[in-house]
């Protein structure tokens, strides 16, 4: 007998099965196509322990007809598509693998009703056989309810992330469909404690705005500018952030061709360059943007998730959408004004509703500083500012240790003497890297914290609220408490005591997002070193947030401060993130730039 075997046909079907669901939200992502293809204008979708456990999608769509209902879930059986339409596919779903291979890693019970038929079926099967076929009353469209996935597939269970990141990937993939069929009612429900909770709605909108307001909040809603226009042969429409209101992540970036959510890297890309200068690097705009175009022009059958596509001329494609991008950011001089009498009233603290720059108000602290490391003695500091103060020309303030503070430069540097060496200070990446070890002088016990004068209000997106949620003990462990508000708010209440005073709104939102941006995207991968851990990514993000800000002015006093306190850490020649703290020049290389050398 030959090494080569034939593969029975169950063990090929699990195979197949594993290419189209590899989690939860490739159900939740399939179901909803059909019920869009359905025609519904209502979905809802449920689901418990970020869907490992149970998941259900229901919907208003037309529904199954009884003799097909079986049928549906056979491998490779379809509604939407003959041999003459494999490349002109109006519908969502078409390759007929989707029911079959959930069929085969869950148990499903499906209750459906056929707009044309009076009575109901109701299909009970466990990986993919057929447990009960029986008749019922229904109302009309389709639901269904998937419990136990891969209950037989145990390899593919483990890999399995943690109920958190589920719920993440499912949030994402409902936002995107939510915003791409403003007309369609979505609600989502998540199963906590016995009872469903809701977690996102959009009702149905004839304003494409609208629903991103229901989304993803007012606050993303009114830094938007509208983008319309073709590409091409191909009609845009959508919205981008304006260049002052990025992320750190691209996890707020949704791209829909011809209503299919897809992942092409290169409209994202384009999208991006068309931002040019106004964009620095690593930092990302929120796109939401829409491609129509002729089928034909688009092949879908590239992918098992139908995720992927490939245009049949992308170049020109994106040409014209990296042009029509650009030249709508230079004709935006101003924000887009968003209708508030149909929003709800947002919560904001009063005292800095008005600027996000506006400086908060701190309490006393909490409890009093018991750092170890020295704060610089109230007579050096009036020593070098009244040197300042009284002297015409510009003094170097002397310091312990043989340093002179010669001057700063750029706002961002400072120019220090010692010895025979001229030292150039990153004034920011020191102080960051001196509360960095504050902070983890402090790491067996509470940092002391300060609280605010009122709770600063942020409305955040429901994965960003997620991902502080997942760890609220941690940065509360740092002297950063948050609460959970209505709806999409997020309330801090204290900072850690290091932070310093000039801290803004701004500030203190660009440090959340920062966290939640690194959670999503590497929050449930294994620890391999202390610098991987979620302790330490809090430890440096408040260590860099913390920190005197790059491009403000710093006295003399400040900088001796920060100098004097980096000399005594352990690493003072880098920040928490690696850059380094100090350029160290000697007084021989000096004197070769200017041919000195041997005299």
């Not at 056979?74 to 390759?95: A, M, Q, W």
């Not at 995207?521 to 294994?526: L, P």
Request: hydrophobic share 40%; with cysteine; aromatic share 8%.
């Amino acid at each position: 007998m030959g090494l080569i075997k034939e593969i029975p046909p169950n063990l090929v079907r699990k195979i197949a099965a594993g290419e189209v669901i590899t989690r939860p939200v490739d159900i939740i992502k399939e179901l909803i196509e059909n019920s869009i293809d359905a025609d519904s204008s209502k979905i809802n979708v449920v689901f418990e322990n970020g869907g490992i456990d149970r998941i259900i999608v229901e919907d208003n769509g037309s529904g199954i007809p009884k003799e097909d209902v079986e049928f549906a879930f056979k491998l490779h059986t379809s509604s939407k598509i003959d041999e003459n339409k494999l490349f002109s596919v109006p519908t969502l779903g078409f390759r007929g693998e989707a029911l079959s291979s959930i069929s085969i890693v869950s148990k499903i019970r499906c209750k459906t009703r056929y707009h044309k038929e009076e009575e109901g079926t109701e299909l009970i099967l466990e990986a993919g056989k057929v447990i009960k076929k029986s008749p019922i009353k229904f109302s009309q469209g389709t639901r269904m309810e998937i419990t136990g996935l891969f209950h037989n597939v145990p390899a593919r269970r483990k890999f399995l992330k943690s109920p958190q990141t589920e719920k993440r990937q499912i949030v994402t993939v409902f936002t995107h469909f939510a915003l791409m069929y403003p007309s369609i009612h979505f609600i989502l429900m998540e199963i906590k404690n016995g009872r469903q909770t809701k977690v996102l709605e959009s009702p149905s909108r004839s304003k494409f705005l609208s629903v991103v307001y229901d989304v993803l909040g007012a606050d993303i809603a009114s830094n938007l500018i509208h983008v319309e226009g073709n590409a091409g042969r191909w009609a845009v429409d959508g919205f981008v952030s304006i260049p002052s209101y990025i992320r750190k992540d691209r996890s707020q970036q949704f791209v829909s061709v011809n209503g299919r959510m897809v992942r092409h890297s290169d409209i994202n890309k384009t999208i991006e360059e068309a931002y040019g200068s106004r964009l620095l690097k690593g930092n990302h705009p929120i796109i939401i943007v829409k491609l129509e175009g002729e089928h034909e022009w688009v092949d879908y059958n590239v992918h098992p998730q139908k995720l992927e596509i490939r245009f049949s001329a992308s170049d020109p494609i994106l040409f014209e959408l990296k042009e029509l991008i650009s030249q709508t950011l230079d004709a935006s001089s101003e924000l887009p004004k968003l209708d508030r009498k149909k929003a709800p009233k947002v919560k904001e603290t009063p005292e800095i509703a008005s600027n996000e720059t506006t400086k908060i108000g701190v309490a006393k602290p909490v409890v009093e500083t018991t750092s170890s490391f020295t704060q610089m003695s109230l007579s050096d500091t009036m020593s070098l500012e009244k040197a300042s103060k009284n002297s015409k020309l510009p003094v170097a303030a002397e310091v312990k240790g043989g340093f002179r503070i010669l001057g700063h430069i750029m706002k961002k540097f400072a120019l220090i003497e010692k010895d025979d060496e001229l030292w150039v200070m990153d004034v920011h990446a020191s102080d960051e890297r001196v509360k960095f070890e504050q902070y983890e002088s402090m790491k067996n016990r509470l940092v002391m914290s300060q609280s605010l004068l009122s709770p600063v209000r942020f409305n955040l997106t429901e994965n960003d609220r997620s991902a502080l949620i997942e760890h609220l003990e941690p940065l509360k462990k740092f002297g950063l408490e948050i609460s959970l508000g209505e709806r999409s708010e997020v309330l801090v209440h204290s900072v850690p005591v290091y932070f310093d005073q000039d801290i803004t709104r701004d500030s203190l939102k660009s440090l959340l997002l920062d966290f939640s941006a690194y959670v999503q995207e590497f929050g449930d991968k294994r620890v391999n070193t202390p610098l991987d851990s979620i302790e330490y990514r809090v430890v440096a993000r408040l260590a860099c947030h913390g920190a005197v800000r790059s491009g403000y002015h710093v006295s003399d006093a400040k900088i001796a401060e920060i100098l004097k306190n980096l000399m005594k850490c352990k690493n003072p020649w880098t920040c928490a993130h690696g850059r380094p703290t100090i350029l160290r020049i000697d007084l021989g290389t000096i004197e070769s730039w200017f041919k000195r050398t041997g005299q």
